[in-house]
């Protein structure tokens, strides 16, 4: 139902305009100019409520976003429950469309940092990615971008921090060992011949 507007003013700096029809709304200039409300003096309040919400919800979003790289469902939980589905719908594909968020490369990213950082195996990263919640075709994509000699040397220097402080006195101690590198991502095939090869140093 379209009601008259009683008063509009706009705060440039913030690209906002603030609306008065039968009620008060802030709304983005973008929204403004979609409703036509200069031309026709006239707006419908559900409209306008929409619009102040999504500006609400893209402030809220810019806030989260701002403490660090969120990926897409991570960004939806946390909007859960003070918007409504429609309204994160509408800002997350904003976000998305405009680079805001991208999964695929902040995937690909935490993956190479993991690596680099913590020494993990491919599957160790994957879990980690997962409680992210990144999509499963995105962790995919970010484990295949691994460099594989550069995992191999990461599990050689993995193995030489962590074996000198262990026992591998006896075949049992070292498949105990080489447990706690499986735990940590490692397969069994990159584990044994790392093992190995250390053995002979």
Same mark, same amino acid.
């Given at each position: 139902?379209?009601?008259?507007?009683? *008063?509009?003013?706009?705060?440039?700096?913030?690209?906002?305009?603030?609306?008065?029809?039968?009620?008060?709304?802030?709304?983005?200039?973008?929204?403004?100019?979609?409703?036509?409300?200069?031309?026709?003096?006239?707006? +419908?309040?559900?409209?306008?409520?929409?619009? !102040?919400? @999504?500006?609400?919800?893209?402030?809220?979003?810019?806030?989260?976003?701002?403490?660090? +790289?969120?990926?897409?469902?991570?960004?939806?939980? @946390?909007?859960?429950?003070?918007?409504?589905?429609?309204?994160?719908?509408?800002?997350?594909?904003?976000?998305? +469309?405009?680079?805001?968020?991208?999964?695929? *490369?902040?995937?690909?990213?935490?993956?190479?940092?993991?690596? &680099?950082?913590?020494?993990?195996?491919?599957? &160790?990263?994957?879990?980690?990615?997962?409680?992210?919640?990144?999509?499963?075709?995105?962790? *995919?994509?970010?484990?295949?971008?691994?460099?594989?000699? *550069?995992?191999?040397?990461?599990?050689?220097?993995?193995?030489?921090?962590?074996?000198?402080? !262990?026992?591998?006195?006896?075949?049992?101690?070292?498949?105990?060992?080489? !447990? @706690?590198?499986?735990?940590?991502?490692?397969?069994?095939?990159?584990?044994?011949?790392?093992?190995?090869?250390?053995?002979?140093?």
């Amino acid at each position: 139902m379209q009601l008259p507007v009683t *008063s509009v003013s706009a705060d440039q700096a913030k690209h906002e305009i603030t609306v008065e029809c039968g009620g008060t709304f802030v709304i983005t200039e973008s929204d403004f100019l979609a409703l036509d409300i200069a031309q026709t003096a006239c707006a +419908d309040p559900e409209k306008l409520a929409f619009c !102040a919400d @999504k500006l609400a919800c893209i402030k809220k979003s810019e806030n989260y976003l701002s403490y660090g +790289d969120l990926s897409e469902r991570k960004l939806r939980e @946390k909007l859960k429950g003070k918007f409504e589905p429609r309204v994160i719908d509408t800002v997350v594909n904003m976000l998305r +469309d405009k680079g805001y968020i991208d999964d695929a *490369s902040l995937a690909e990213r935490y993956a190479s940092e993991l690596a &680099r950082t913590r020494l993990w195996g491919v599957k &160790r990263i994957a879990q980690y990615l997962y409680t992210k919640g990144f999509k499963r075709e995105d962790i *995919s994509a970010a484990c295949d971008s691994l460099d594989v000699e *550069s995992m191999r040397c990461n599990l050689r220097e993995l193995i030489e921090k962590t074996a000198p402080k !262990a026992d591998l006195s006896t075949p049992k101690a070292v498949s105990a060992y080489g !447990a @706690k590198l499986y735990r940590l991502g490692w397969d069994w095939d990159e584990i044994k011949p790392a093992l190995a090869e250390y053995s002979k140093e």
